[in-house]
């Protein structure tokens, strides 16, 4: 199977790991793009300490989100992190807060793109579902991250 990142879902007793990201402000699952070779697994894995400090010895590949954003398809690979996690919550540049949200504080908080794919999480061994449920908000504040990292990049670099 082909897909563009790979997310890694870790839950304790402390509810459920979100990192805040600093192009678009979006609390989002911790995950991102899957580097040439790389199998998505180890993907998660990574992207998991990259954003958060939290280190994930196994997962298990849980389901594949589908998105479609603007008309622009992607397929992301969803894991679970199981057993014993290491590492203490640190923020990156990417995601300068990271947090575990209890269930009450997902339910008022989240998207209800975000609170689908959990309660598919809880429902399934192995899901597949589309996240028809993107808010536009969303959308458009995706764009507006993507606009906002490429002004940054022409003043640092100089017109």
């Not at 805040?20 to 993907?43: S, T």
């Not at 997902?106 to 998207?111: E, L, S």
């Not at 061994?125 to 589309?130: G, H, L, N, Q, V």
Request: glycine share 8%; hydrophobic share 40%.
């Amino acid at each position: 199977m082909n897909f563009k990142a790979a997310l890694c879902v870790v839950k304790t007793e402390n509810g459920i790991l979100f990192c805040k990201r600093e192009d678009n402000g979006l609390w989002v699952i911790p995950g991102g793009g899957i580097e040439k070779d790389e199998k998505p697994e180890k993907a998660a894995i990574r992207e998991l300490e990259e954003e958060t400090g939290i280190i994930a010895k196994n997962v298990k590949f849980k389901g594949i989100w589908n998105f479609d954003l603007l008309g622009k398809k992607s397929r992301h690979a969803v894991f679970e992190a199981l057993g014993e996690i290491k590492g203490e919550l640190r923020p990156s540049w990417e995601t300068p807060k990271v947090k575990f949200f209890s269930d009450e504080e997902i339910n008022k908080k989240m998207p209800k793109y975000i609170q689908t794919l959990l309660k598919q999480l809880e429902k399934e061994d192995f899901f597949e579902i589309d996240a028809s449920g993107f808010e536009w908000w969303v959308a458009g504040r995706f764009i507006f991250g993507k606009l906002k990292k490429k002004i940054r990049s022409l003043l640092v670099r100089g017109f």
